[in-house]
């Protein structure tokens, strides 16, 4: 199948100040990518879709000026969290969807972000 | 109308046993169903799919039952093995390029030797 990576795998950052977490497709182009929120023995929450060379969508309730999203290239988009406060702290997973009909969605390795 | 619902939340089976995850969907206009497997830790993993056109969908030990008429969905996996224990999610979406995928509550799955 194919692969996306994502990196870190795990943050810890003071509140107030920004993390940058990258997502990658490696073997394919990824002109559209979907960023999850996903918190402890939860289900995955979309957050919002990043579109390449264009802005992302957000979903109903997620601050787009607080979750910063750059898909500047065919195969890397961005989410910038900015000033992180403890409530921020969750797991975040990016992914793309691959496949001759673009259906099957692949997931990065996951950040999990720990806000002090 | 674009929940899925999924069932058990928790469920214990011993080595051997048969593992069965049930999901149902509401939206009429979804025609892919994939599983995913979820390690503590990491991203889900596609597990395996099936389209509406097919009853019934096997890779392995794992196999989809899918009931058209009723908008169901079922996980069996046969021969359950201490390695399978994960969090499975169902989930749902409508063809045509990027749409978005509606996921299930997820199901923790303990195999125990």
């Known amino acids: 199948g194919a692969v996306v990576s994502q990196h870190p795998s795990r943050v810890i950052c003071k509140s107030g100040t920004s993390v940058k977490i990258e997502c990658r497709s490696l073997d394919f182009q990824a002109t559209t990518m979907f960023w999850y929120r996903q918190f402890p023995k939860q289900s995955l929450m979309l957050m919002a879709t990043?579109?390449?060379?264009?802005?992302?969508?957000?979903e109903q309730g997620v601050e787009k000026d607080k979750f910063l999203i750059n898909h500047a290239s065919l195969t890397l988009s961005t989410l910038t969290v900015t000033s992180a406060h403890p409530e921020d702290s969750s797991f975040y997973i990016c992914?793309?969807?691959?496949?001759?009909?673009?259906?099957?969605?692949?997931f990065g390795s996951g950040t999990q972000l720990s806000v002090l | 109308q674009q929940q899925v619902k999924q069932s058990p939340q928790s469920l214990i089976v011993q080595k051997g046993g048969i593992s069965i995850i049930n999901c149902a969907y509401e939206?009429?206009?979804?025609?892919?169903f994939p599983w995913y497997q979820q390690f503590p830790g990491k991203g889900p993993a596609l597990l395996i799919a099936?389209?509406?056109?097919?009853s019934e969908k096997k890779e392995g030990r794992f196999t989809i039952s899918f009931n058209k008429s009723a908008k169901q969905f079922s996980l069996h996996i046969m021969d359950s093995q201490p390695g399978d224990s994960a969090t499975y999610f169902c989930?749902?979406?409508?063809?045509?390029?990027?749409?978005?995928?509606?996921f299930g509550t997820g199901t923790k799955l303990q195999v125990i030797p």
């Open positions: 989930a749902a979406s409508a063809s045509g390029g990027y749409q978005k995928v509606t």
């Open positions: 990043s579109n390449e060379g264009s802005k992302a969508t957000y």
């Open positions: 939206n009429t206009a979804f025609d892919y």
């Open positions: 099936i389209r509406p056109d097919v």
């Open positions: 992914s793309a969807k691959a496949g001759i009909n673009r259906e099957k969605l692949f």
